[in-house]
């Protein structure tokens, strides 16, 4: 069965620093891999996904994240944080059940808190 | 284009009492699901559909019930309200197929508190 890892609950950050969020996937083929955001009081936003070809994949809002197969890992990163980042941020491995339907896994998420 | 859109955004129930959350889809999605987020909990998978006509349970389905009828409409049955389903309900689409996993698309919520 497949599974997501998002190590850390919350992340705190200086507004301008670098960040960098967690994931850690279990699947046994190529994963299909999503980066979603939700802003209080909102549904879920996609920030980027990853199929297949270069590993590194470029997003909305000036984010990106790394695919790294040798590591299960799929972390997100944006160079420079805004005061306008702070939200919930979710990991998700999409997988085909034995049932042949394909049905995406979540973490539990990450809190992003901005400093000033 | 509106999306994945549900209604209502908020309701209140007795304990007891049942209602129907509903989600629409404009986007000839054949893939819709029925999700629920509770506080550091992460997502968790009701229902599923595939197409019309076709639905499946997901991690959590007791308690609730689903039917697709058409593309467009996926509605959420609560038939018997319990405190613990309190949460807040997302429904999402997607188009999936052989070779083919696009991201979903999500509605705004619809925030449920039992009473």
């Known amino acids: 069965a497949q599974s997501v890892t998002q190590p850390d609950i919350h992340i705190t950050v200086s507004e301008g620093a670098s960040l960098e969020l967690r994931c850690n996937y279990s699947?046994?083929?190529?994963?299909?891999l999503f980066w979603y955001v939700q802003s209080p009081g909102q549904g879920l936003q996609l920030l980027l996904k990853?199929?297949?070809?270069?590993?590194l994949v470029q997003g909305i809002k000036g984010f990106e994240a790394e695919f790294k197969r040798s590591q299960s890992s799929f972390n997100l990163r944006k160079p420079s944080v805004h005061w306008s980042d702070a939200a919930e941020y979710f990991c998700a491995v999409g997988g085909i059940t034995s049932g042949g339907s394909y049905i995406p896994t979540f973490g539990r998420g990450t809190s992003l808190i901005v400093h000033p | 284009n509106a999306g994945v859109t549900q209604t209502p955004k908020f309701r209140i129930l007795k304990i007891g009492q049942s209602m129907t959350l509903q989600c629409a889809q404009d986007?000839?999605?054949?893939?819709m699901y029925w999700y629920r987020q509770d506080p550091g909990m992460g997502l968790k998978l009701i229902y599923y559909s595939v197409g019309a006509g076709i639905t499946d349970k997901g991690e959590v389905p007791n308690g609730y019930n689903v039917s697709r009828s058409t593309t467009e409409d996926f509605p959420l049955r609560l038939e018997l309200a319990a405190p613990s389903q309190t949460s807040v309900y997302f429904c999402?689409?997607?188009?999936?197929?052989?070779?083919?996993?696009?991201?979903?698309?999500f509605g705004d919520g619809t925030r449920l508190s039992i009473l």
């Open positions: 999402a689409s997607s188009t999936a197929g052989v070779g083919k996993f696009q991201p979903q698309h």
């Open positions: 986007m000839n999605h054949n893939y």
């Open positions: 699947y046994g083929a190529t994963p299909y």
């Open positions: 990853y199929f297949s070809g270069d590993t």
